[in-house]
């Protein structure tokens, strides 16, 4: 992620893949004030046995699309919900590749977190069974929480 402050919203990819049992690692890298620290993660990242890249930013979210022209993992962009545009901003800066440097791009905030977690899950499941079992069950739960009528929550 860009910024301590994007925590809070890619805590939640975190969340989904400690669920998973995926092992991970979490980083802040900044495209504007750790550039060759963004050079030196894209870079190795793949030596490094990393399969998949989730790269959360918010405004001038130039993470994802850097760190994208620098490897060929796949790379998740995550557009954190920024002050200013209430992320638009953010979505736009990373949807907006050129061709030929994809950035799998997901929602704006918390969902677009939960989603890369799970998407990511759903790229590495392609090579491992248990991984597979897992996601199958996480959705499966995920219905299975869906209640059929609603309630009165506490205001
Ligand atoms: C981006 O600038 C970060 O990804 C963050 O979303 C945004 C604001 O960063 P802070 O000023 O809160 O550190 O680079």
Redesign the pocket.
Known sequence: ??????WATMKHAAIVLTDLGVPFETRIV????TPQRLYSYATSAKQRGIKVIIA??????H?PGMAAAMTTLPVLGVP?E?HALKGQD?LLSIVQMPGGVPVGTLAIGKAGAINAGLLAASILALSDARLDAALTAWRAKATDDVALVPVDEPV
Request: net charge neutral; proline share 0%; no cysteine.
């Open positions: 992620m860009g910024s301590q402050s994007d900044s495209a504007h004030r959360g930013a918010g405004g001038a979210a993470l954190v920024s953010s």
